[in-house]
């Protein structure tokens, strides 16, 4: 982790103007092919919301803008971020978060993080908890077209939000809408274009 030296930073001029804004925050909600992410699940009998985990954050983790973030006034540029993801224990109705390191790679993180969320029996570890993280949701229940999710009113807030419904069937495909909600004082459009060929790129490089 490092300081970014404003002086020299190509996004300044954008990220003042939105330093100004109450709500600089805003959610952008795109199709993604999952055919072969839930393709690799199935074979291998991994869950399918974790492995998906793994590649958000995965992607994420290509963008730099995606792993800025705003301590006491000054703009850091994080080595990476750590998923933070909402989860359910079989026949609850209350979920739970769970914060796992981002390391291992797909198999190895996946079963680890089914162990983590079957065994905690808390709410949230918030001695886990930072803001090199990144929170991660699913409602597999409906089809998601758009989402908002609650925060703090605290424009310095450059954690990424990134969600996602039920995949449906379309042309012998399966899609999946997913949506991120980002600080305009970090992230572009730009930076969530970069981000979406980088989740192809690792849905992609699954082995068959």
Same mark, same amino acid.
């Given at each position: 982790m490092h300081p970014i030296d404003l002086s020299a930073f190509p996004r300044r001029a954008a990220y003042e103007h939105f330093s100004? =804004?109450?709500w600089p925050f805003?959610? =952008?909600t795109f199709d993604v092919d999952v055919t072969q992410v839930y393709a690799f699940a199935h074979?291998?009998?991994l869950s399918f919301y974790l492995t998906m985990t793994w590649l958000v954050t995965r992607a994420c983790n290509r963008v730099p803008a995606l792993c800025q973030d705003i301590r006491e006034g000054v703009l850091w540029q994080l080595d990476g971020r750590h998923p933070s993801f909402a989860d359910l224990k079989e026949g609850a109705e209350c979920f739970h978060i769970v914060t796992r390191p981002m390391d291992g790679d797909? =198999?190895?993180?996946v079963r680890a993080a089914a162990e983590a969320s079957a065994a905690q029996d808390c709410f949230l570890d918030m001695s886990k908890e930072g803001s090199d993280l990144l929170f991660i949701s699913c409602m597999p229940? =409906?089809?998601l077209t758009g989402l908002?999710?609650?925060r703090e009113p605290d424009p310095d807030d450059c954690v990424p939000r990134i969600a996602w419904g039920r995949w449906e069937?379309?042309? $012998?495909?399966?899609?999946? $809408?997913l949506s991120m909600e980002v600080n305009?004082?970090?992230v572009d459009g730009v930076h969530i274009g970069q981000f979406a060929k980088a989740l192809e790129e690792e849905i992609a490089a699954l082995p068959l």
């Open positions: 100004r =804004v109450r805003y959610s =952008v074979r291998r009998e797909v =198999v190895a993180f229940w =409906v089809r908002t999710n609650e069937e379309r042309d $012998g495909r399966k899609l999946l $809408g305009h004082r970090t």
